[in-house]
């Protein structure tokens, strides 16, 4: 027992610390978790998950796979597959289900494997996988309508693909019985049963949720219990029927707009990581070498295959007759990573087969670790050269992130907008954006720190960070967290409140530099609004002209940035700006001082 609990010890930490190196190295975590996995168990013997876990090995990925599927159908919205652009519904509809056929053709006629386990890998291949493709847009920022694309159909097509996995390996169960009407009518009952259990388990709990039946401290919990009964109950009924069951259950309660889908949200982020980490590290610990050496010029034809002809045959008919240009439907069709959720799958599926007797099943979880790593090395090392060279890297600016909706920060995103600078104003409360939005200020409502936030904010179009909220405490936070996503010279926090407790002992690498030379806190410089101080664009037509600019200007007007060719770059506490030819100067100044300086009467200056 005390051999069993350091091997669960073991995984979590290879697990988690995978995860945890992946995230400030900015690569992506299953490179860590496939190298950590395969080193514990079959190079250095360290675990031996089949062996130590016994009997409890199947349920226990049974179980956590049925969690990874739930997390995925729970993020499927489909207010916002209407709301996305045509290629991405084209590339999650009739793309998927040609992806699918296409990748059972290569492994059934190409790898050699029957066409039950082929057809079930063909659905599993459909995963482009989010958690791979994420940190690679960012790496290689993209034009956005290209980045967009491929991250959006990451999303939506990771629940997709699992379930077309489930479907084609319940017909795969129904055909290798003997009586094979007497089968199908099983599974027909099946699905229809898994289906209607966990539509009804869905509706069921999200009202529950809604009518506040349920305490907040409980949800989580809950809604934990409640998956595992779905699954164990509809899998009772029909072997593996749970894994649609609880993938309904997810499509479910995401459809049903419930006030605390939010914190829903945030504890599958938790538990996902925990699960997905671990799972990956046993599968890879569970990596026997000799199916990998068994593996022949036909798994190398059929890896090739679904690179160069299944994914590039999908996408470019799907995609017929949008407004992609070829050029980005050619980069679409060329990335396609695969990642933790098609290994995952993969082993389970590829054990559940040879229970049933497809000897073959075993080689599915061997022939995905393969494709996982060429396809996550491939990609990501010619995702960039080949967007240049198709000339689809992005040529607007970096953005700004701008945290919490006020006055300030709303004059701020304004002026930036207007000077064709791209931002993005992030508050979770819905109120505070409600003047952004009308001002035609794109938001976005949430946790910037989330999962969901790191899914739908595309933060390669973002070089730098303000976090203005009225709470010191959490703009510390949150740059502290993006420090190293942007850069810790690109992470800023207005000034703290002057009598903020301990402020001078914060360790450097706490917190983000302080913006403006002044450090004001949020009250000072929304009571300069208030009393009639606005921002005003200058542009300088040469070098020379900054320092005149400086000596004429309001004693008490502050540099707030400069936006030149490269971006944006804002003044701190610490360091002052020096100007450029061609350079734009965003200042805030008595309203009074503005004009002089902008050539623009004030209600412009104030942009």
Same mark, same amino acid.
């Given at each position: 027992?005390?051999?069993?609990?350091?091997?669960?010890?073991?995984?979590?930490?290879?697990?988690?610390?995978?995860?945890?190196?992946?995230?400030?190295?900015?690569?992506? /975590?299953?490179?860590?978790?496939?190298?950590?996995?395969?080193?514990?168990?079959?190079?250095?013997?360290?675990?031996?998950? @089949?062996?130590?876990?016994?009997?409890?090995?199947?349920?226990?990925?049974?179980?956590? #796979?049925?969690?990874?599927?739930?997390?995925? *159908?729970?993020?499927?919205?489909?207010?916002?597959?209407?709301?996305?652009?045509?290629?991405?519904?084209?590339?999650?509809?009739?793309?998927?289900?040609? *992806?699918?056929?296409?990748?059972?053709?290569?492994?059934?006629?190409?790898?050699?494997?029957?066409?039950?386990?082929?057809?079930?890998?063909?659905?599993?291949?459909?995963?482009?996988?989010?958690?791979?493709?994420?940190?690679?847009?960012?790496?290689?920022?993209?034009?956005?309508?290209?980045?967009?694309?491929?991250?959006?159909?990451?999303?939506?097509?990771?629940? +997709?693909?699992?379930?077309?996995?489930?479907?084609?390996?319940?017909?795969? +169960?129904?055909?290798?019985?003997?009586?094979?009407?007497?089968?199908?009518?099983?599974?027909?009952?099946?699905?229809?049963?898994?289906?209607? =259990?966990?539509?009804?388990?869905?509706?069921?709990?999200?009202?529950?949720?809604?009518?506040?039946?349920?305490?907040?401290?409980?949800?989580?919990?809950?809604?934990?219990?409640?998956?595992?009964? @779905?699954?164990?109950?509809?899998? %009772?009924?029909?072997?593996?029927?749970?894994?649609?069951?609880?993938?309904?259950?997810?499509?479910?309660?995401?459809?049903?707009?419930?006030?605390?889908?939010?914190?829903?949200?945030?504890?599958?982020?938790?538990?996902?990581?925990?699960? @997905?980490?671990? #799972?990956?590290?046993?599968?890879?610990?569970?990596?026997?070498?000799?199916?990998?050496?068994?593996?022949?010029?036909?798994?190398?034809?059929?890896?090739?295959?679904?690179?160069?002809?299944?994914?590039?045959?999908?996408?470019?008919?799907?995609?017929?007759?949008?407004?992609?240009?070829?050029?980005?439907?050619?980069?679409?069709?060329?990335?396609?990573?695969?990642?933790?959720?098609?290994?995952?799958?993969?082993?389970?599926?590829?054990?559940?087969?040879?229970?049933?007797? #497809?000897?073959?099943?075993?080689?599915?979880?061997?022939?995905?670790?393969?494709? +996982?790593?060429?396809?996550?090395?491939?990609?990501?090392?010619?995702?960039?050269? =080949?967007?240049?060279?198709?000339?689809?890297?992005?040529?607007?600016?970096?953005?700004?992130?701008?945290?919490?909706?006020?006055?300030?920060?709303?004059?701020?995103?304004? +002026?930036?907008?207007?000077?064709? =600078?791209?931002?993005?104003?992030?508050?979770?409360?819905?109120?505070?954006?409600?003047?952004?939005?009308?001002?035609?200020?794109?938001?976005?409502?949430?946790?910037?720190?989330?999962?969901?936030?790191?899914?739908?904010?595309?933060?390669?179009?973002?070089?730098?960070?303000?976090?203005?909220?009225?709470?010191?405490?959490?703009?510390?936070?949150?740059?502290?967290?993006?420090?190293?996503?942007? *850069?810790?010279?690109?992470?800023?926090?207005?000034?703290?409140?002057?009598?903020?407790?301990?402020?001078?002992?914060?360790?450097?690498?706490?917190?983000?530099?302080?913006?403006?030379? !002044? *450090? !004001?806190?949020?009250?000072?410089?929304?009571?300069?609004?208030?009393?009639?101080?606005? %921002?005003?664009?200058?542009?300088?037509?040469?070098?020379?002209?900054?320092?005149?600019?400086?000596?004429?200007?309001?004693?008490?007007?502050?540099?707030? /940035?400069?936006?030149?060719?490269?971006? =944006?770059? %804002?003044?701190?506490?610490?360091?002052?700006?020096?100007?450029?030819?061609?350079?734009?100067?965003?200042?805030?100044?008595?309203?009074?001082?503005?004009?002089?300086?902008?050539?623009?009467?004030?209600?412009?200056?104030?942009?």
């Amino acid at each position: 027992m005390d051999h069993l609990t350091l091997t669960f010890a073991l995984i979590g930490v290879l697990g988690v610390g995978s995860q945890w190196l992946a995230v400030r190295l900015k690569l992506p /975590a299953i490179v860590f978790m496939l190298v950590a996995g395969v080193l514990a168990g079959p190079v250095l013997g360290l675990i031996d998950p @089949v062996t130590e876990f016994g009997p409890l090995f199947s349920p226990i990925i049974g179980i956590a #796979v049925a969690i990874i599927l739930f997390e995925g *159908g729970i993020t499927l919205n489909f207010h916002e597959l209407r709301d996305a652009a045509l290629p991405v519904r084209r590339l999650c509809t009739w793309g998927a289900v040609l *992806g699918w056929a296409l990748n059972t053709s290569a492994a059934y006629f190409i790898a050699g494997l029957s066409l039950t386990s082929a057809a079930v890998f063909g659905g599993i291949l459909v995963v482009t996988g989010p958690t791979v493709i994420m940190p690679l847009l960012r790496q290689a920022r993209l034009a956005p309508r290209v980045g967009s694309t491929l991250r959006w159909e990451a999303i939506v097509n990771d629940p +997709v693909g699992a379930l077309f996995a489930v479907l084609a390996f319940e017909v795969a +169960v129904a055909s290798q019985s003997d009586h094979l009407a007497e089968a199908a009518g099983h599974l027909a009952i099946g699905v229809v049963v898994a289906s209607l =259990v966990g539509f009804l388990a869905g509706q069921g709990l999200g009202r529950g949720f809604r009518r506040g039946l349920v305490p907040e401290y409980m949800k989580a919990p809950i809604l934990f219990v409640a998956v595992l009964a @779905v699954y164990a109950s509809t899998d %009772f009924v029909l072997h593996e029927s749970g894994l649609l069951a609880v993938t309904v259950m997810g499509i479910v309660m995401a459809n049903m707009r419930l006030p605390s889908l939010a914190e829903l949200v945030r504890f599958k982020e938790q538990v996902t990581v925990l699960l @997905v980490s671990g #799972v990956f590290v046993i599968l890879a610990a569970t990596l026997d070498f000799g199916s990998l050496a068994a593996l022949d010029w036909h798994d190398a034809a059929f890896v090739a295959a679904i690179i160069l002809l299944a994914r590039p045959v999908a996408v470019m008919f799907s995609l017929i007759g949008t407004a992609l240009p070829v050029r980005e439907r050619a980069l679409v069709a060329w990335v396609a990573p695969r990642g933790v959720v098609a290994v995952a799958v993969s082993g389970f599926f590829g054990a559940r087969l040879v229970e049933i007797g #497809v000897a073959d099943g075993a080689m599915l979880a061997p022939l995905a670790f393969v494709l +996982v790593a060429v396809t996550v090395v491939l990609h990501g090392f010619t995702l960039s050269p =080949v967007a240049r060279l198709l000339g689809l890297t992005s040529t607007e600016p970096p953005g700004v992130l701008v945290l919490g909706g006020n006055a300030f920060t709303l004059d701020l995103a304004r +002026v930036l907008r207007d000077n064709e =600078v791209p931002v993005l104003m992030i508050d979770r409360n819905w109120n505070r954006l409600g003047a952004a939005r009308a001002d035609g200020i794109p938001t976005y409502y949430g946790e910037l720190l989330s999962e969901a936030a790191e899914h739908a904010v595309d933060l390669a179009r973002y070089g730098t960070l303000i976090a203005a909220t009225d709470n010191d405490d959490y703009n510390a936070l949150v740059c502290t967290d993006m420090g190293p996503e942007l *850069g810790r010279d690109r992470v800023f926090q207005i000034g703290r409140h002057e009598h903020s407790e301990g402020e001078s002992d914060l360790p450097a690498s706490i917190g983000g530099r302080t913006l403006l030379s !002044s *450090g !004001s806190g949020l009250e000072i410089l929304e009571l300069r609004l208030a009393r009639g101080w606005g %921002f005003s664009a200058i542009r300088l037509d040469t070098a020379e002209e900054f320092e005149p600019y400086l000596a004429a200007r309001h004693e008490k007007a502050e540099t707030v /940035a400069i936006i030149r060719a490269g971006g =944006v770059v %804002f003044a701190d506490k610490a360091n002052n700006l020096v100007g450029r030819a061609g350079d734009i100067v965003i200042e805030l100044a008595p309203s009074e001082d503005a004009p002089g300086r902008s050539g623009q009467d004030p209600a412009q200056a104030q942009a």
